[in-house]
């Protein structure tokens, strides 16, 4: 039983570029959710997705933004890269059951932005 | 505004001995606060919840006391383990689904 699985694990990119991350919850999961780590601090929430639509929004900016597919599978956009979006980038997956809070998290993708 | 916070970035704990960290929160409205353990370049991985109808969730080697009136939990580890050398990050789960994270505390056992 694969557990969360992100793609990928390290990238780099430049000022103003655009990226892409990605995701696949714990099978029989169907909501997922994206948080940033910065160095030192713990992670932050940036958005929920269930059943394709965006359910709730951290405190990010717009350039932040995110798609959920049929298979529950999902994808982190980030515009206009700015030096301060370097962190580690870590999707989670949990059930859309609000009686179980546990979320199991993937390793993460580690952007720097140069 | 902080909702959460560990105070303490790191402890040093003897190997056998207990590891005691701990975690304040401000806003009283939740469902459960959770403990993740953060190994480098891994996830976090889930530890132990406790309900905010309890005092006190045990599993194994860790229980977590929560002290309502103080907005105060800690998570025991005993006897701690050089493998438990990690981050430790306190959560809050509100309705909404999503996660709250402390700074997090750097756990170090030595043998």
């Known amino acids: 039983d694969a557990g969360v699985t992100q793609s990928p694990t390290h990238l780099i990119k430049t000022r103003g570029q655009q990226v892409t991350l990605r995701c696949s919850p714990k099978?029989?999961?169907?909501?997922v959710s994206w948080y940033q780590q910065a160095l030192g601090q713990g992670p932050q929430f940036i958005f929920q997705?269930?059943?394709?639509?965006?359910?709730q929004r951290g405190n990010f900016p717009d350039r932040f933004s995110g798609h959920q597919f049929p298979n529950y599978s999902s994808e982190l956009n980030v515009n206009a890269l700015l030096l301060g979006d370097s962190a580690l980038y870590l999707c989670?997956?949990?059930?859309?059951?609000?009686?179980?809070?546990?979320?199991?998290f993937g390793q993460g993708t580690r952007l720097t932005v140069v | 505004d902080q909702q959460v916070k560990q105070n303490s970035p790191s402890l040093s704990v003897q190997e056998g001995r207990i590891s005691i960290l701990n975690c304040d929160y401000t806003?009283?409205?939740?469902?459960?606060f959770l403990w993740y353990k953060k190994y480098p370049a891994e996830g976090p991985t889930f530890l132990i919840s406790i309900s905010s109808i309890k005092d006190k969730n045990e599993d194994g080697r860790f229980t977590v006391f929560l002290n309502k009136s103080a907005k105060h939990l800690s998570l025991h580890i005993v006897p701690s383990q050089p493998g438990d050398s990690a981050v430790y990050f306190c959560a809050k789960y509100n309705q909404g689904g999503k996660l709250i994270f402390g700074q997090g505390t750097e756990l170090s056992v030595k043998p």
């Open positions: 997705y269930y059943e394709e639509e965006e359910r």
């Open positions: 806003n009283s409205m939740f469902d459960y």
């Open positions: 989670a997956s949990s059930l859309w059951d609000r009686d179980n809070p546990e979320a199991f």
């Open positions: 099978s029989g999961h169907d909501t």
